[in-house]
């Protein structure tokens, strides 16, 4: 059972380069969430979704865009990379009955030059 | 505006002792009250959570302890272990209405 699953594990953009960051779940969870982790801040929601089709800004959005086009699969894209950006990325899941209770993928480390 | 704020942000405990993590809120609709586990390279897990109608909750070593009064809950760690050495973090919602609100975490090591 692979969980939460995020794709890729490392990342060195410029800045002003694009990219996406993919993330599954096999666990037919409705809810899935983005948060980024920098040291001392804790985790801080970017966007999420509570199910297919539809996105919801988190506490710190901009620069990011998501898609949610299947219920598997939640998608963050950065249009023009900053350094600002450099973060480790974490993708959540949860289900329509347990919501608090997130599932973690490994994340993904974003480094931007 | 910080909505969960957490204390220590780091902890050295000795093998066998307590290690104790405090947490504090301002939003007296927030009604779930959850703990984290991370270790290093990984996500954070589940560790044990609580809703305001009890006091407190405990699984094996780990306790919370809720005071609604104060608005502050706090993870208790009994005879805690090298194993235990990871990154807290606290965390509080609506159920059913909002996402997870997360503290900023503590770095907890337990030294032999």
């Known amino acids: 059972n692979a969980g939460v699953t995020q794709t890729p594990k490392f990342r060195v953009l410029k800045t002003g380069q694009s990219m996406t960051l993919l993330c599954a779940q096999d666990?037919?969870?409705?809810?899935m969430y983005w948060y980024r982790q920098d040291p001392g801040m804790g985790l801080r929601l970017i966007h999420y979704?509570?199910?297919?089709?539809?996105?919801a800004k988190g506490e710190v959005p901009d620069g990011y865009n998501v898609s949610r086009l299947k219920k598997q699969n939640f998608l963050l894209g950065l249009e023009s990379a900053a350094p600002s950006q450099t973060s480790v990325y974490f993708c959540?899941?949860?289900?329509?009955?347990?919501?608090?209770?997130?599932?973690f993928g490994n994340g993904t480390r974003l480094t931007v030059t | 505006q910080q909505q969960v704020k957490q204390s220590p942000q780091s902890l050295i405990v000795q093998k066998g002792g307590i290690s104790i993590i405090n947490c504090a809120y301002e939003?007296?609709?927030?009604?779930?009250f959850p703990w984290y586990q991370q270790f290093p390279g990984k996500g954070p897990a589940l560790l044990i959570a609580?809703?305001?109608?009890?006091s407190e909750k405990k699984e094996g070593r780990f306790t919370i302890s809720f005071n609604k009064s104060a608005k502050q809950f706090s993870l208790h760690i009994m005879d805690s272990q090298p194993g235990d050495s990871a990154t807290y973090f606290c965390a509080a919602s609506i159920a059913g209405n909002t996402p997870l609100v997360f503290g900023k975490g503590t770095r907890l090591s337990v030294i032999a």
């Open positions: 959540a899941s949860s289900s329509l009955d347990r919501r608090g209770a997130l599932h």
């Open positions: 609580i809703r305001p109608d009890v």
């Open positions: 666990m037919n969870h409705e809810y």
């Open positions: 939003n007296t609709a927030f009604d779930y």
């Open positions: 979704s509570v199910g297919e089709g539809t996105t």
